[in-house]
């Protein structure tokens, strides 16, 4: 080697600088092949924790919107259908009109019906 030029000392080379050689490579390149591993995995788990929270979110709105459309359903009903109390009370009802107007039927005169 000349001196004052720099050259790329081969790594079998035993006067290479302790960087180069070919052990010290391969601790850096398993090195960096660690961590990149280390960083996909922490982006994966990242992402796909933010979709199960974004799926939980999404579902917690879904049960709400069903939620409002049942009450909304409820005081429909509420307001629109009768109660058995309130179907009994019309059926006595209209059955004490219906003996009533039989009743006046009966004393109409034969000839009028």
Same mark, same amino acid.
């Given at each position: 080697?000349?001196?004052?030029?720099?050259?790329?000392?081969?790594? +079998?080379?035993?006067?290479?600088?302790?960087?180069?050689? @070919? $052990?010290?490579?391969? @601790?850096? *390149?398993?090195?960096?092949?660690?961590?990149?591993?280390?960083?996909?995995?922490?982006? +994966?788990?990242?992402?796909?924790?933010?979709? =199960?929270?974004? !799926?939980?979110?999404? $579902?917690?709105?879904?049960?709400? !919107?069903? $939620?409002? @459309? *049942?009450? +909304?359903? =409820?005081?429909? *009903?509420?307001? #629109?259908? !009768?109660?058995?109390? =309130?179907? #009994?009370?019309? @059926?006595? +009802?209209?059955?004490?009109?219906? *003996?009533?107007?039989? !009743?006046?039927? #009966?004393?109409?005169?034969?000839?009028?019906?």
């Amino acid at each position: 080697m000349k001196k004052g030029k720099l050259s790329h000392p081969q790594s +079998h080379s035993p006067d290479a600088p302790e960087f180069f050689r @070919r $052990d010290n490579m391969l @601790r850096l *390149l398993l090195t960096i092949v660690v961590a990149a591993a280390g960083l996909i995995t922490a982006y +994966h788990a990242t992402i796909y924790g933010l979709k =199960e929270q974004l !799926a939980t979110k999404a $579902d917690q709105q879904l049960v709400g !919107a069903i $939620d409002s @459309r *049942l009450v +909304h359903i =409820e005081a429909i *009903l509420n307001e #629109r259908v !009768a109660t058995k109390t =309130e179907l #009994r009370e019309v @059926r006595d +009802h209209l059955n004490q009109k219906l *003996l009533g107007i039989e !009743a006046r039927l #009966r004393l109409l005169p034969e000839e009028g019906r």
